[in-house]
């Protein structure tokens, strides 16, 4: 795999994380578990060509992807799924990707996103 930073693999690679983390996010929610992943693991599962450091602009691109389609909460709860793997914790900007939602935890931020992709899915 040739990793790249271009604008054409940034937005490839935002499709298959988004469509990838969407189905990762509802299998959790169904299980009622909380499994992040790292970029590393992301990048690997998903088969991303993004260059590490470009991980965030990816990352961004799905959260503004994701609050069009389904709103500002379940896109930030999906994206607090990546975690940096020294921290366990999302990236620094993980919160401020999507305006209009109150700031809370990352865990309650996936939690939020679990149940209301639950419902969705049941409706």
């Known amino acids: ?13 935002a ?16 299980l009622d578990e909380d499994s992040k992943l790292t970029y590393a693991e992301a990048r690997q599962k998903w088969g ?8 965030g602009r990816v990352l961004t ?3 503004d992807q994701l609050a069009e389609r389904y709103g500002p909460a379940i896109a930030r709860g999906v994206a607090a799924y990546v975690v940096r793997a ?17 700031p809370v935890s990352a865990e309650a931020a ?8 639950r419902e969705l899915r049941s409706s």
């Open 86 to 102: 020294e921290t366990k914790a999302p990236g620094d900007g993980w919160r401020t990707c999507v305006t209009g939602v109150p």
């Open 48 to 55: 991303l060509r993004t260059i590490p450091t470009g991980m």
């Open 15 to 30: 499709d298959k994380l988004r469509d990838g983390l969407l189905e990762w996010v509802y299998l959790d929610a169904l």
């Open 61 to 63: 691109l799905v959260t």
């Open 1 to 13: 795999m040739r990793e790249s930073h271009t604008v054409n693999a940034v937005q490839e690679d």
């Open 110 to 117: 996936r939690s939020q996103a679990r149940a209301a992709l």
